[in-house]
């Protein structure tokens, strides 16, 4: 029987690079970009996928309620945050594992299979630190992920440019009102896109700001690998 999957993501550009990644199983996928949207959708899962920072609350807010309905539905968390007390704190609520982005197709199948059937462990996410020796775009990187599928790649990547502008105006904003955990949460949803496209540059220096703030001196080093990104 294919599996019906929920995947909870605000994100366009993961939301369509885990969508593909998991109807290769096969299974039937329905995506959600918030609270709201997944508390909408009233058929039964045999698995959910849930972001642990959406816009309308966290995730294990939306997988107590979930679970309501459905008292053993089996779930995965995903983040781009690498912070052991978070991922504690995320199995602690009832997830059976924690998904770190940017993650391959191969690596979130492989979740997914092992939640549903067997106990796969998960492989470890690397944390990449910033240098202008990184290229803009890691094509090799990103089409590992996909299988070696440039025809879905140049999609993403096409998603991901047209949010880009908008990300970048809302890091900025939340940056110069000093409002942390506004730039916090813009920046984690940033860096699981740019793993996704292999936009390396930006996500390292993504990565830096992120892990510096308050402190502003990663700001520049951001700044330009967006400029160079867009273009």
């Given at each position: 029987m294919t599996p019906r999957i929920l995947l909870v993501e605000?994100?366009?550009?993961?939301?369509?690079?885990?969508?593909?990644?998991?109807?290769?199983?096969?299974?039937?996928?329905?995506?959600?970009?918030?609270?709201?949207e997944a508390l909408g959708l009233a058929e039964a899962f045999d698995l959910c996928l849930i972001d642990a920072n959406l816009p309308d609350g966290r995730g294990e807010d939306l997988l107590q309620r979930l679970r309501q309905r459905q008292p053993t539905l089996p779930a995965l968390a995903h983040t781009a945050?690498?912070?052991?007390?978070?991922?504690a704190a995320l199995c602690a609520a009832g997830f059976a594992a924690v998904v770190v982005k940017p993650v391959t197709a191969a690596a979130l199948r492989q979740a997914v299979l092992g939640v549903l059937e067997i106990d796969i462990p998960l492989p470890a996410a690397a944390v990449r630190a910033c240098s202008n020796d990184l290229p803009v775009?890691?094509?090799?990187?990103?089409?590992?992920?996909?299988?070696g599928n440039a025809t879905h790649l140049q999609t993403l990547r096409g998603l991901f440019l047209q949010e880009l502008d908008a990300q970048a105006t809302a890091i900025?904003?939340?940056?110069s009102e000093g409002d942390w955990a506004a730039a916090h949460q813009q920046l984690h949803r940033l860096r699981a896109s740019t793993g996704f496209v292999g936009a390396a540059r930006l996500q390292a220096a993504a990565q830096v700001l992120d892990a510096s703030l308050p402190d502003l001196a990663g700001q520049a080093e951001f700044d330009d690998a967006w400029q160079q990104t867009r273009q």
């Open positions: 605000d994100d366009p550009t993961t939301t369509e690079f885990m969508r593909v990644a998991l109807e290769a199983l096969p299974a039937t996928v329905a995506c959600a970009r918030s609270q709201a945050d690498h912070s052991p007390a978070l991922h775009w890691d094509d090799a990187t990103a089409l590992n992920a996909l299988g900025h904003a939340a940056l």
